[in-house]
């Protein structure tokens, strides 16, 4: 065994989890990223929370505009179809080149998010795709939008009572079109760049962003008439990554039809 | 002293209990108190793919899971597959492409290869290549192990 000593917790309800947030306990939603921290004692929690048995945590819903994930879902059960898609693709296309199979079969959308780390897809393609995340603590449930969430480098809205539940998320409409680029220097590994862009003629959208800065993801709220070189040497100063960023957001408004 | 925390789920079919430190991977569970050292360690940090094994159902990587959180799971190592179709088809194919050296990436391999044939029945050398991605192999490189694969997807 690697990591330093813990306890750990298994919630079955969100009220039991949220009484175990204190004197910096980890969550563990997959723990696809927290295992290697913890493997590797960069993270020396005196308590783990695993919140995967909270049913609340694994369930989705659907209305005509939105689609509710529960923060445990699984990037395998995006991959898959397993749970509704309110994105036309984006979203499955983005969970399917999220790391390995295997890693895809224990992660999940809201661990990832809330972990934060820059170059993982879901801070970026959520920001992207908009919607809110619904967070609860003891003071009850509160929403945040979707592009303020991350608000920097593996730092999120999220205060230290808090628990990510769910993820709200707009639904598409059939004539959006959306494009996703990343630079990865091998099959699944973290990306070096990421770019995306939605164009939602019915809904009036016509957004870009771009992730893996050393930072929260960098959102365009109109990219019509964006010059990505300009935008990446805004947010990079190192010649190659501006040069990755600019490709990468050049490629994905040209798949949104947006450039 | 942190305190022990019992657990309870089945191992390649059989029910096991144990009284274990939280911080105990489910690789080292299976190694050490299972005695089934099929699952290999290679990385410990998730990369690599030699500890392989499948959860419920679907390969996991057993060096960041953590044994306490597989409570009521169902975990088959590379010893439950002695009698299963696909892995008896694999192995066959495995041996015929060389498609192995040393043996170390070897149960992690055949995971993912038998994840791949039962999963994307069609898929080509590229998408064989991209899911192979997470399994790391520095004997023979891949080709062996790609034709092995694709001699499986392709036999009736």
């Not at chain 1, 979203?91 to 295997?102: L, Q």
């Not at chain 2, 991209?130 to 034709?147: A, H, K």
Request: with cysteine; net charge neutral.
């Amino acid at each position: 065994m690697k990591p330093a000593r813990f306890e750990y917790e298994r919630p079955q309800d969100v009220p039991a989890a949220l009484s175990l947030l204190k004197n910096e306990a980890r969550i563990l939603a997959g723990g696809q990223s927290l295992g290697p921290m913890l493997n590797l004692r960069i993270v020396q929690p005196p308590l783990v929370v695993d919140v995967r048995s909270i049913p609340e945590l694994r369930g989705f819903s659907e209305d005509p505009e939105t689609v509710t994930l529960g923060a445990c879902t699984t990037h395998a059960a995006i991959e898959d179809g397993r749970v509704p898609d309110p994105s036309r693709g984006l979203m499955r296309h983005v969970a399917s080149n999220i790391a390995y199979r295997a890693v895809r079969n224990r992660g999940t959308i809201g661990g990832s998010l809330a972990h934060a780390d820059p170059a993982a897809d879901w801070p970026s393609a959520l920001a992207l795709l908009g919607g809110v995340a619904i967070i609860q603590n003891p003071e009850g449930k509160r929403e945040i939008a979707l592009e303020r969430f991350v608000t920097g480098l593996f730092s999120t809205a999220l205060a230290d009572d808090d628990l990510l539940v769910a993820l709200r998320l707009n639904k598409l409409s059939e004539k959006a079109r959306w494009g996703y680029w990343k630079f990865c220097r091998k099959a699944g590994e973290f990306p070096q760049a990421i770019a995306g862009a939605l164009h939602d003629p019915e809904r009036g959208v016509t957004r870009a962003v771009i992730g893996a800065l050393r930072g929260a993801p960098h959102v365009i709220a109109d990219a019509r008439h964006c010059d990505p070189a300009a935008e990446a040497a805004r947010l990079c100063a190192d010649p190659y990554e501006r040069q990755l960023h600019a490709v990468a957001l050049r490629r994905a408004l040209a798949q949104a039809h947006l450039a | 002293m942190t305190r022990t925390r019992r657990v309870a789920f089945t191992v390649n079919g059989r029910p096991v209990q144990a009284e274990l430190e939280p911080r105990t991977s489910l690789a080292d569970f299976v190694r050490e108190s299972e005695r089934l050292t099929g699952t290999n360690l290679g990385c410990e940090h998730g990369v690599c793919g030699a500890c392989t094994l499948e959860i419920d159902g679907a390969p996991a990587r057993s060096c960041i899971t953590l044994a306490a959180a597989c409570e009521g799971a169902h975990v088959r190592t590379i010893e439950a597959f002695d009698d299963d179709p696909v892995m008896e088809k694999l192995r066959e194919a495995f041996s015929a492409e060389h498609a192995l050296q040393c043996g170390y990436c070897t149960p992690g391999m055949l995971m993912t290869a038998r994840d791949i044939v039962l999963r994307l029945p069609g898929a080509d050398e590229a998408r064989i290549r991209l899911e192979l991605s997470g399994n790391l192999c520095r004997c023979t490189g891949y080709m062996g192990i790609v034709r092995a694969i694709q001699r499986v997807l392709k036999a009736p």
